[in-house]
């Protein structure tokens, strides 16, 4: 059993009432474009296409929006690393984290080339990017294998 005094909810002090008026006027139109906008994706099917605003729009389902986004961060993270190759070798983790990166890209292109959406990732790649080169194993032995002190 709660001794806490609830709050008071209702009615609202006038100043709240007027800041809540004025917010609701502000965001009007920003929430008419919303519905808009989620109207016209409403009535895609599943692979369909438009155009919103300028911007390319695919409905798909929520397992490709998965795979699209898990390409997306992997994606990021090699051109991340591959900037760090440019100036030294990768660390051991970052090793591991580069050839872990490189699979989820691997992965997430076959899950889309088999649903006929891969497509919706080599747009991104087509937009000036360059392939990362392949990473050099650093020569030193990997910091995660430990050998034996005596």
Do not use: C, W
């Not at 895609?44 to 919103?52: A, Y």
């Not at 959406?117 to 000036?128: F, I, R, T």
């Amino acid at each position: 059993m709660s001794t806490a005094t609830p709050a008071p909810t209702a009615p609202l002090p006038p100043a709240a009432v007027d800041a809540l008026a004025r917010l609701e006027r502000a965001f009007g139109p920003v929430l008419a474009e919303q519905h808009r906008i989620e109207r016209a994706v409403a009535g895609l099917r599943n692979g369909e296409s438009t155009v919103i605003n300028g911007t390319p729009v695919t409905a798909v389902s929520l397992a490709v929006a998965e795979a699209v986004t898990r390409y997306e961060i992997a994606s990021a993270r090699t051109a991340e690393l591959s900037a760090v190759m440019d100036s030294r070798d990768l660390s051991g983790a970052e090793f591991d984290a580069f050839e872990l990166a490189q699979d989820t890209m691997r992965e997430t292109r076959a899950t889309l080339a088999d649903v006929g959406m891969l497509h919706l990732v080599e747009a991104s790649d087509e937009h000036g990017k360059t392939k990362p080169p392949l990473p050099v194993r650093p020569p030193r032995p990997h910091p995660h294998k430990t050998t034996a002190v005596s």
